[in-house]
C-alpha cells in the first residue's frame, strides 16, 4: 500500500482551516500581561501576551488600532486582548489577531502607576544628586514590613548569618490592604526619629495589587523625607514599585536588601586578615630591600671612606713617583749622552785638540798669526803648545814658497 506523502504547505493550510473553522477560535478574548511591545513602523504592532506558565504570539493591524486601541500599550501592562487565532502559514506557527486591547484591572493600576512615577520623577523625587550613602558598617537597622510572614523571617536569619551585633528594630506595618500605605509611611517616620543606620522596607513578592501600598504617594514622599538611608527590597527580582525609586538604594528582593544592609563581617574579618597578611608581606619585603640598600650604602662609604681614599692617593702618587723618576733617568741618560756627543765633536773642533799632534798655536799680542808678514825682527810672541805655553823674540823671518797652484791662487785674492 502506498502512503500519501503530502508537502508543507498543504498541512499549514489544512491547520489553518481548522482553526477558521472553529468557532470558538474565530471570537475570542484573552487575559494576560503584555511582552516584547513593538510598534512597526508600518503601524502593526507586535506583541505577545503571558500568565505566569505561557505565552502567546500577536499582531495587531494598524487598521484595527483606530478603535480596538485607546491608549499606548506597553511591557508588564494587564490587558485584556479580543480577536481570532489562526495560523500564519509561511512560518507554521499560530498567533492571535487583536481587533480590540483594553487594560484589565492590573492595566489600570499600571497606568495610575506610570502616572505618579511620571509626576514624582518631574518634582526631583528620584534624582540621583539626592541619594543618600549606605552606611557601609551600620550597628543598627531598622525594618518596615509585616510581623509575620517569610520576608522578616529571611532578614532576621541573613542579618545573623552574617553579622549578629547589628541590633534589629521592627516596626510591624500592614504591607497590603487598606491602610497598608499610612502604616508603612508612619513605619518609616517612627524610625527614622530613632537614629538608626539604614532603614530596609519591603515584603515578599506578589501581584502587582498585592504591591500596591509601595506605589502609594504616602510612601515616596515619606522615604523622600527621611534623613536614615533607605533600601527598598519589594516583591520579586522583576518587581519594581514607586518606593523602589524613591528608596536610596533598591534590591530585588528583601534577602538582598539585607545583605546591602549588613556586610558579612566574617568575610571582612577575612579581608582584613588578608590585608594583614599582604602588609606584612609587603613590610617584610621592604625591610629586606632597605638592608640591601643600606649594605651597598655602608660598601660605598666603606669605599669611599677618607682612610681609604687616602691610601688609593698614596698607592697612586708611588705609581706617579716611580714613573717620574724612571721618566727623568730616561731623560737624563739621554740628555747625558747628547751632551757627550756634543761635546766629543766640540773637542774635536777645538784648536788645542790639534796641539797634541806637535803644532803650535801662535799669537801677538794676543791676536793670532795668520801670515809672516805680520811680524818683524825682535817682535815678541807668544807660543801655545798642547801642554803649555811659551814666550819667544823673531830674530828671523823667512817667507816660504809654495807651488804654482798656491801662489796663483793668492795672487788671485
Known amino acids: 500500500m502506498t502512503k500519501r506523502v503530502f508537502t508543507v504547505s498543504q498541512i499549514n493550510a489544512y491547520i489553518k482551516r ?33 500568565d505566569e506558565s505561557s505565552s502567546i504570539a500577536c499582531v495587531m493591524f494598524a487598521g484595527d488600532r483606530r478603535e480596538g486601541l485607546t491608549f ?7 490587558v485584556i486582548v479580543s480577536g481570532r487565532i489562526s495560523l500564519y502559514e509561511r512560518d507554521g506557527t499560530y498567533q492571535l489577531y487583536a481587533r480590540t486591547v483594553e487594560l484589565a484591572g492590573s492595566g489600570v493600576l499600571y497606568a495610575e502607576f506610570e502616572r505618579l512615577k511620571q509626576k514624582l520623577y518631574e518634582e526631583g523625587l528620584f534624582d540621583h544628586e539626592i ?21 522578616v523571617q529571611d532578614i ?15 516596626y510591624p506595618a500592614k504591607v497590603q490592604g487598606e491602610g497598608a500605605s499610612r502604616s508603612i509611611a508612619k513605619g518609616i517616620r517612627v524610625l527614622d526619629q530613632m537614629e538608626l543606620d539604614t532603614i530596609i522596607i519591603g515584603r515578599g513578592g506578589g501581584s502587582m495589587e498585592d504591591l500596591w501600598a509601595f506605589n502609594e504617594e504616602i510612601v515616596a514622599r515619606a522615604i523622600f523625607e527621611a534623613k536614615t538611608p533607605i533600601i527598598s527590597g519589594t516583591g520579586h527580582e522583576t518587581d ?10 533598591r534590591a530585588p528582593t528583601p534577602s538582598a536588601a539585607c545583605e546591602l544592609a549588613i ?24 625591610i629586606r630591600r ?9 660598601k660605598s662609604f666603606q669605599y669611599l671612606h677618607p682612610e681609604n681614599r687616602l691610601l688609593d692617593y698614596k698607592m697612586t702618587h ?7 723618576l724612571t721618566s727623568m733617568d730616561r731623560k737624563l741618560e739621554a740628555y747625558r749622552h747628547e751632551f757627550m756627543l756634543k761635546a766629543q765633536r766640540l773637542h774635536d773642533l777645538s784648536p788645542y785638540h790639534r796641539l797634541v799632534g806637535g803644532y803650535g798655536y801662535v799669537t801677538k799680542e794676543e791676536k793670532p798669526l795668520l801670515s809672516i808678514s805680520q811680524v818683524e825682527t825682535a817682535d815678541r810672541i807668544r807660543i801655545q803648545l798642547s801642554d803649555g805655553s811659551m814666550t819667544a823674540v823673531v830674530e828671523e823671518t823667512r817667507e816660504e814658497q809654495h807651488g804654482e797652484d798656491e801662489i796663483s791662487d793668492r795672487r788671485c785674492l
Open 18 to 50: 481548522m482553526f477558521s473553522s472553529d468557532y470558538m477560535l474565530s471570537k475570542i478574548a484573552m487575559k494576560g500581561e503584555l511582552s516584547n511591545v513593538k510598534y512597526h513602523s508600518s503601524g502593526h504592532i507586535y506583541f505577545s501576551l503571558k
Open 318 to 324: 708611588g705609581r706617579l713617583h716611580e714613573r717620574l
Open 72 to 78: 499606548r500599550m506597553e511591557n508588564g501592562q494587564s
Open 240 to 249: 519594581t514599585t514607586i518606593a523602589d525609586y524613591a528608596a536610596d538604594l
Open 263 to 286: 556586610p558579612d563581617i566574617y568575610a571582612v574579618i577575612d579581608k582584613l586578615n588578608n590585608y594583614e597578611r599582604r602588609l606584612s608581606l609587603y613590610m617584610n619585603d621592604k
Open 290 to 298: 632597605q638592608k640591601e640598600r643600606i649594605g651597598s650604602y655602608a
Open 131 to 151: 541619594k543618600k550613602e549606605i552606611p557601609a558598617y551600620p550597628k543598627k537597622v531598622g525594618i518596615v514590613t509585616a510581623p509575620t510572614g517569610a520576608a
Open 156 to 170: 532576621m536569619q541573613i542579618a545573623k548569618r552574617r553579622n549578629p551585633y547589628v541590633q534589629l528594630y521592627l
